[in-house]
């Protein structure tokens, strides 16, 4: 099958779409909790309903709107009632809608991913109904992609602002999703474990949406219900590897880790489940079988593990491309996966976000003359690309061609990190407003090959 440019483009928004759909936080929900008969299945779980007193719904991520409203669905007025449901879900501000039980607390504005003051008060919050609760209870946890941000309560003496500086000094560096949560949770209260630990309630399930690759537990959000594995030494060790330490970046911050290494921490009184619904496989999968569907002989990557800079990911899918359309084999790739960007200096920074980054650089490798028979499309499955509107871009003859004739430079455009303005002039940017789900980044490579199966029309 020849297909055109513009089919090419729009195959790629579809299969980009229906991976997205597939984790959709209301349909993962609704896959792993039901009420059946007098028990409440969780998972593979089966909790007797007579033997739950209370159930406290608290989280925080991009998907927890969807996540609590899903739940509230499954257990229905009559057992919302009496059992006395309530919760507290941290959420972005443009994510908040009423609901019965669970109460959405806008904890940052939109686009805007870092922890804030709201943020601060509702953690505040979530901390005091957990230790409410009575060993009859059930603390059901809600977590998704963002949730680190969303859900900030720095450990005494450690400021907001000393964690802002922290975290802004080590995404400019380049730092890893690992390596940024190892010292966030070290300086929290509530991530790294400190949520279980604070929990009163008999048991605690937490329902998790991972948006980190291979799905660690202990990294997802920072590991608010996971033993902490990682220690203050190793957040030391991340913070000096940066050069922060050199940089007079929060000093209170390097006092207080010092101090921690010399207190053991304390073990969690709730029995602990920690059970991911979806993530970056769910979508790829998905994704996989929009191609299949569409006529395409697909092949699937999923990260496992952080991946590197964003522009040699790029590099390497614009030379797969060119491959696949040059030879016999797939025409599709679907891959996923989170790379990092390291930050052009202040003073010439433009706009953009890591997918924006990355096909732009796969323009870069291949040449505006290259891209013929080639689409390319990378985004984030949150509808967020770095402080920008839009969830990434894509990458196809025509943007290639209009960068042409408007003498648009990629490489001039990737140095300071200028990505969006160069798409938004071209018209490739990906725009799809919050999608309320996160798995972290889906990519599509959509090719029509220069050699033609037998049987395909010429």
Request: glycine share 12%; charged share 25%.
């Amino acid at each position: 099958m020849l297909r055109s440019a513009q089919q090419l483009r729009q195959d790629a928004l579809g299969i980009w779409r229906a991976g997205v759909d597939a984790v959709a936080p209301d349909r993962l929900v609704r896959a792993a909790v039901a009420v059946e008969g007098g028990n409440l299945a969780i998972g593979e779980q089966r909790l007797s309903l007579d033997s739950i007193g209370r159930i406290a719904v608290v989280g925080a991520g991009k998907a927890g709107t969807a996540m609590a409203a899903a739940f509230e669905d499954v257990l229905g007025p009559r057992l919302l009632t009496e059992k006395h449901v309530t919760g507290w879900v941290n959420v972005p501000a443009d994510c908040v809608r009423p609901m019965s039980h669970v109460w959405l607390h806008p904890a940052r504005p939109p686009g805007v991913n870092e922890p804030t003051r709201a943020g601060v008060v509702g953690t505040r919050e979530i901390i005091e109904l957990v230790e409410s609760l009575g060993q009859d209870d059930l603390c059901l946890v809600l977590l998704s992609g963002g949730a680190s941000a969303l859900m900030p309560a720095p450990a005494d003496p450690v400021t907001l602002a000393d964690k802002l500086a922290v975290t802004r000094f080590l995404g400019a560096a380049g730092a890893d999703i690992r390596q940024l949560n190892t010292v966030r949770k070290q300086l929290s209260r509530i991530k790294g474990g400190g949520l279980a630990r604070a929990c009163r309630a008999g048991r605690l399930v937490a329902l998790i949406i991972s948006d980190v690759p291979g799905d660690p537990l202990d990294v997802i959000a920072s590991g608010p219900t996971v033993a902490d594995a990682s220690r203050p030494e190793d957040a030391l060790e991340v913070l000096d590897r940066f050069g922060a330490r050199e940089a007079g970046v929060a000093p209170t911050a390097f006092a207080y880790l010092e101090t921690k290494r010399r207190i053991p921490p304390a073990a969690p009184r709730a029995r602990v489940t920690n059970l991911v619904i979806g993530n970056n496989a769910t979508a790829v999968d998905a994704a996989g079988g929009e191609a299949e569907r569409r006529g395409y002989r697909h092949a699937m990557q999923c990260a496992v593990a952080p991946e590197g800079p964003a522009e040699e990911v790029g590099r390497r899918l614009a030379g797969m491309a060119l491959s696949m359309r040059d030879g016999v084999g797939p025409d599709c790739l679907i891959s996923g996966g989170e790379p990092v960007v390291a930050l052009a200096d202040e003073s010439i920074r433009g706009r953009g976000g890591r997918n924006q980054q990355l096909v732009l650089a796969a323009l870069d490798a291949l040449g505006q003359e290259g891209v013929d028979g080639v689409a390319i499309l990378s985004g984030g499955t949150d509808g967020e690309d770095g402080p920008t509107d839009a969830a990434g871009a894509v990458l196809d003859a025509a943007a290639a061609r209009a960068a042409r004739l408007l003498n648009l430079h990629p490489a001039e455009y990737l140095a300071r990190n200028d990505a969006y303005t160069f798409f938004d002039a071209v018209g490739s940017l990906l725009k799809t407003g919050p999608t309320h789900t996160n798995v972290g980044d889906l990519r599509i490579v959509a090719v029509r090959p220069r050699t033609p199966d037998k049987g395909e029309d010429n």
